[in-house]
């Protein structure tokens, strides 16, 4: 069972491929729906052992679609932050990928975990992703980890064009006790 052949499934199975998803997918849950995220979790498992043993691109970009389509359920998410010895490549690897749905998941991940440079890797998603989702979630896991720092950013999207930017500035810049 190769990661490569279950997201074909997927694909065929979604009537999508990995570059129409991002535009295609609309509000998302629907993936929760396919049949088959048994066979596509264990060919994600597999992979990450490929990648503990030796870091393969291509078959990291693979995982990065996996994670992405799984962006429901975050069982991707937590088997990378349980299995992968060395996060930074598949990390640098998902934040330079066209899937906001796997950015916003490494940003989660950034925030709950010791990654080299994670501060580092989170402020470059808040400055250059376009993605106003996955700048949510990079500013909510920088307040995790430096909230002055977060702050400092939040400030700059208090007028943002998106409503629930400036919400989630105001809760960084003010958070209840």
């Known amino acids: 069972m190769s990661l490569e052949t279950e997201l074909a499934k997927f694909w065929d199975w979604a009537g999508m491929t990995p570059d ?3 535009e295609s997918r609309g509000l998302g849950e629907w993936e929760i729906d396919y049949p088959n995220w048994e066979d596509l979790y264990k060919a994600a498992n597999e992979a990450l052992t490929l990648l503990n043993k030796e870091f393969n691109h291509d078959l990291a970009q693979l995982l990065v679609y ?3 389509i ?3 359920s975050g069982t991707i998410l937590e088997k990378v932050d349980e ?3 060395s996060k930074l490549r598949f990390v640098k690897k998902a934040i330079n990928s066209d899937q906001p749905q796997a950015r916003w998941q490494v940003a989660e991940l950034l925030g709950n975990t010791e990654v080299e ?3 580092k890797l989170l402020i470059n998603l808040i400055n250059r992703d376009k993605d106003k989702y996955v700048k949510r ?3 909510l896991s920088l307040s995790k980890i430096n909230a002055p720092k977060a702050v400092e950013f939040a400030k700059s999207y208090l007028k943002d064009s998106d ?3 400036r919400l989630v500035s105001k809760q960084i810049i003010n958070p209840k006790v």
């Open 163 to 165: 409503p629930f930017l």
């Open 70 to 72: 799984d962006n429901e």
């Open 83 to 85: 299995k992968l010895d």
């Open 137 to 139: 979630r990079a500013l």
């Open 66 to 68: 996996a994670l992405a």
């Open 20 to 22: 129409t998803y991002t």
């Open 117 to 119: 440079d994670r501060e």
